[in-house]
T-cell receptor, first 112, second 114 residues
Framework: GNSVTQMEGPVTLSEEAFLTINCTYT??????LFWYVQYPGEGLQLLLK?????DKGSNKGFEATYRKETTSFHLEKGSVQVSDSAVYFC???????????FGTGTSLTVIP | DTGVSQNPRHKITKRGQNVTFRCDPI?????LYWYRQTLGQGPEFLTY????????KSRLLSDRFSAERPKGSFSTLEIQRTEQGDSAMYLC????????????FGPGTRLTVL
């Protein structure tokens, strides 16, 4: 079947620290991969995406590379800010309707 | 505001009652999705529409759940005879029908069944 496994949280980092949130997937075909972010009290927002192997998605200083050989799509940021505190969801899109399969989410708290 | 909207934002009901939620997608989007999110989990797919046609339903969608999109615009999700296990956030998303297009999510309707 199709599924996404995310690094367990919560994660607490100091401002300007390096962030990695691991994400691996299992898919029956060739999925598109996404990272969504959910800030406190808000809805899910797309952070970045990659649609084929070796693509790199990037936005707001975050990056993730679609690695087919390791079935991974790890999220990284070189220097986190307090405003990055949120829950991050890795997801894949597959199937005739392109419905999403989400990971369980990783809560990130950045302290000054 | 041209994003996805959902109403109501919160719903508290007693076990056994019926509830209905509404989703208004982005106007030019022909696909509409419903997801359910419980505390500490990621959203789980329930069903989706392309225009007015309901094309897929998850096994999570029991016979107490029904969704409609009568004119290919807004959609409703009804839960009959609610149970405490139905308590969750119900999310709606919309997109264009393309393999690579992102889904835009609404703020969700939080259902609490007492």
């Amino acid at each position: 079947g199709n599924s996404v496994t995310q690094m367990e949280g919560p994660v607490t980092l100091s401002e300007e620290a390096f962030l990695t949130i691991n994400c691996t997937y299992t898919a029956t075909g060739y999925p598109s991969l996404f990272w969504y972010v959910q800030y406190p009290g808000e809805g899910l927002q797309l952070l970045l995406k990659a649609t084929k192997a070796d693509d790199k998605g990037s936005n707001k200083g975050f990056e993730a590379t679609y690695r087919k050989e390791t079935t991974s799509f790890h999220l990284e940021k070189g220097s986190v800010q307090v405003s990055d505190s949120a829950v991050y969801f890795c997801a894949l899109s597959l199937g005739t309707g392109n419905q999403f399969y989400f990971g369980t989410g990783t809560s990130l708290t950045v302290i000054p | 505001d041209t994003g996805v909207s959902q109403n109501p934002r919160h719903k508290i009901t007693k076990r056994g009652q019926n509830v209905t939620f509404r989703c208004d997608p982005i106007s030019e989007h022909n696909r509409l999705y419903w997801y359910r999110q419980t505390l500490g989990q990621g959203p789980e797919f329930l069903t989706y529409f392309q225009n007015e046609a309901q094309l897929e339903k998850s096994r999570l969608l029991s016979d107490r759940f029904s969704a409609e999109r009568p004119k290919g615009s807004f959609s409703t999700l009804e839960i009959q005879r609610t149970e405490q296990g139905d308590s969750a956030m119900y999310l709606c998303a919309s997109s264009l029908a393309n393999s690579y297009n992102e889904q835009f999510f609404g703020p969700g309707t939080r259902l609490t069944v007492l």
